[in-house]
């Protein structure tokens, strides 16, 4: 398949491991973030960690937009969707999540909601057309990838005079959640994270371009390298970074430069202004109220905003105590570290976000990575280079 | 959630639509966010909308600087 298969060459990233292996100083220790549950999987599938040196090590981030969701949404779009006027539309990812109480748009599904799940916010349009008599909300969720369809929906839907389409709008913004893992008080109190770069998401990239990063680097003085989902993208961009530590850099690096420009898709930015505007705070599970973190409806678009228009509540709700998916989130506690982990929560059976999308650390090192690590401390923790 | 993937335009069609084709599977997707768009062309897909075009010529530059990184790492 021309544009993956390439990037997948096994023998290309041992060679490059090997090159991460010679340049990494041993007398550091080099941790990099990957913010987007794309990378996490990418780097469990993969096994790109058993490929890098012990000093070299990865980090899972918070982006994965079905995971930072918090558990107050699912329960306010149940509660919309258990409305006999109502036909929910949402993305496959969210029909597993947990709600409060073992609840999921999955069970309230079979409970009698009208519920579908949907590819496309054209297929959305499409049952929104053919249904007049159904009040059809989307539950848009996403970065900034998935919020230009959102918009262009809307657009179709304005100018079709669809009055019976709505968005419940959840989609939420990278560069906002980076700054706040680097300085939210409670991750400061922490403390344990040490963090000397990011591998920014490259598809986000496609849309916002790399420029939104330069701050990060700049003011927190931490390199970016913007990079693809193939093992080899991941590589590169993890070589990228070892090399801007090792020459005291903090630069915007784009190892993506197949598909993202500086200023990245200007006329998907544009359909996104037009519609949406910046949420002053919103709550990210895992990293609290992160401000300016969300997108919410313009105000002259509120006939379309489903928040409005159903006086949707989102009720105060809290996780299981015993899950840790919020220092899973930040990074400062790996799947493993959790006692629900493998024993009541498992893919089948999850409590928390991080297990049910399959790019949340959990899915990811439960498909991919448990064995691993065990077999990882059988060898003494020796990397295999 | 947010992963995009490689397809190539077989047919662009009007409404700012196109058919595309991953390794023979065909859709029919949302173009109105890409300008010039021709046949045989790569994009990025995301939900039924295309994101961004691949650019071939930089394509096969991260190619060729990850083969090159490879071969340091070879004689490493």
């Known amino acids: 398949m021309k544009y993956i298969d390439e990037y997948r060459d096994g023998r290309l990233a041992k060679d490059i491991a090997r090159q991460i292996a010679a340049l990494a100083d041993p007398a550091r220790s080099y941790h990099f973030m990957e913010f987007c549950g794309g990378h996490t999987h990418a780097i469990s599938r993969y096994g790109l960690e058993d490929l890098l040196p012990a000093n070299v090590r990865m980090i899972h981030g918070p982006g994965c937009p079905v995971c930072v969701l918090p558990i107050g949404r699912i329960d306010a779009a149940i509660a919309l969707a258990m409305r006999p006027e109502i036909t929910l539309c949402t993305y496959g990812d969210l ?55 959102t918009a262009l929906a809307l657009k179709a839907a304005i100018a079709k005079g669809l009055g019976n389409f709505s968005i419940f709008c959840n989609h939420v913004l990278t560069p906002p959640a980076i700054q706040n893992i680097l300085e939210s008080p409670d991750v400061r109190k922490l403390g344990t994270i040490k963090i000397d770069g990011f591998v920014g998401p490259a598809h986000v990239s496609t849309v916002i371009g790399t420029e939104p990063y330069e701050f990060f680097a700049g003011e927190f003085q931490k390199p970016v390298v913007v990079a693809g989902f193939e093992p080899l993208d991941v590589i590169q961009a993890i070589l990228m970074l070892v090399r801007q530590v090792n020459d005291g ?77 919020g220092a899973i989130l930040r990074g400062v506690k790996r799947p493993a570290d959790c006692k629900l982990f493998g024993t009541v929560c498992t893919l089948d059976t999850p409590m928390g976000s991080c297990m049910v999308s399959s790019e949340g650390a959990c899915a990811a090192h439960w498909t991919y990575g448990r064995f691993r690590e065990k077999a990882r401390q059988v060898d003494g923790g020796r990397a295999v280079a | 959630m947010c992963l995009a993937i490689p397809v190539q335009v077989k047919e662009v069609l009007p409404d700012n639509m196109a058919k595309v084709t991953l390794d023979g599977v065909s859709k029919i997707v949302s173009t109105a966010l890409i300008d010039d768009l021709r046949p045989g062309d790569y994009l990025l897909l995301h939900v039924g909308y295309a994101l961004a075009k691949i650019d071939p ?20």
């Open chain 1, 249 to 325: 850099r903090h630069e915007v690096e784009n190892q993506y430069i197949r598909g993202v420009t500086a200023l990245g898709n200007e006329k998907a930015q544009a359909e996104v202004a037009n519609f949406f505007e910046l949420r002053e705070s919103f709550e990210w599970r895992g990293l609290g109220e992160v401000p300016y973190g969300a997108l919410r409806l313009r105000p002259k678009y509120v006939a379309y905003d489903a928040e409005k228009r159903f006086s949707m509540v989102t009720p105060a709700a809290k996780d299981n105590p015993a899950c840790e998916c």
């Open chain 2, 57 to 76: 010529q930089e394509a096969e530059r991260t190619l060729a600087l990850i083969r090159e990184a490879a071969a340091m790492g070879d004689a490493a």
């Open chain 1, 95 to 149: 029909m597993r999540v947990p709600g409060s109480n073992g609840s999921s748009l999955l069970k309230a599904k079979a409970a009698g909601a009208d519920i579908r799940m949907v590819y496309s916010t054209l297929d959305a349009l499409r049952i929104a057309e053919a249904e007049l008599e159904r009040e059809v909300v989307f539950f848009a969720i996403g970065f900034e990838t998935t919020t230009p369809p």
